[in-house]
């Protein structure tokens, strides 16, 4: 069962007035969002919803004055693995609101600013590409944009130098390219002891890439939420869900590392209400389920473990809905 359903963003101004509902107040039911957090709300909330300021592109908004990729090539990235480059070594993304049968862009006007489009027309495969996914389709303003298996390419108005990958994951929407069209991604090692999927008693997800989320069912904690190699995932009652931040730096995040923004298609069974990325002051970015920042423990040293539950009196394990769970 894939990821369910809780909330459609079809517009910037709707993701601005959910996000203001859904991401507030502490997450034991009935709770109410902090006096004045509304007021609270930052400024760019509707420039963050495309992942940055704007201030790319044309002044419109348009692909009028969107650069072609020339030859394409394929570079290894430590954190996302096999990714696509332009000739500049420019990463190139593509965008989960868009489609690929048929090619369809949906980033226009000021998302069009912050994600500039790829022209079309001077693309090359990279080495070990099949040329024959290469290809354009007719956006809105008449140009035309690159496609790599249907899909739009674009590039990220904060990625200023080959190598950079500020967009990865950015709305839980746009994701590095691979060179055959799908979301570039690191392949994954088995857990230590399992060589050939999960270790025995692991709960579900243990063999799956770590960069994915799932739901496990543990005697104590009953359903919670664990990572591609079955770890259970926390969240801190020092953090706040609005304005989304956490609280947990310097020797606390290395002992509680943070989950890396993991793909919508790879969040088995997790409420989509609130699923999010966050932007942290160190630079990383951290997935949150409604609206609240995730961790793992350094002190879970198998799959199925929950020793960091209940730490301190502010670490406890997540339901699928984002909710801490106390039981302890």
Known sequence: MGIKRGTTLATVAVVVALTATACGGDDTAGNAKPAGAAAAAPAAAGADAYGSDYGAGSADGTAADAKGAGQLAIAQNEQIGALLTDSAGLTLYRFDKDTAKPPKSN????????????????????????????????????????????????????????????????????????????????????????????????????????????????????????????????????????????????????????VAPVDKANAKGIVEKGYSVLDRPDGKKQQAIDCWPVYTFTGDKKAGDINGQGVGGTWYAVSPDGKLITTS
Not at 171 to 183: E, H, N, P, Q
Not at 202 to 223: I, M, N, Y
């Open 107 to 258: 980033c226009d006007g000021d998302c069009a600013k912050t994600w500039p489009a790829v022209a079309a027309g001077d693309a090359t495969a990279a080495a070990g590409m099949d040329a024959a996914l290469l290809g354009e389709v007719v956006r809105t303003d008449g140009s035309k944009q690159l496609t790599v298996a249907g899909w739009p390419v674009y590039r990220y108005a904060k990625d200023t130098k080959a190598g950079e990958t500020n967009g990865q994951g950015v709305g839980g929407t746009w994701f590095a390219l691979a060179s055959d069209g799908k979301k570039a991604a690191k392949a994954a090692a088995a857990p230590a002891g399992a060589p050939a999927g999960a270790p025995a008693g692991a709960p579900a997800g243990a063999g799956q890439a770590s960069g994915a989320l799932t739901v496990a069912t543990d005697p104590k904690l009953g359903e919670h939420i664990v990572d591609g190699n079955g770890m259970t995932v926390y969240r801190f009652k020092k953090d706040t869900a609005w304005p989304m931040a956490s609280n947990c730096t310097g020797d606390c995040v290395a002992k509680w590392p943070v």
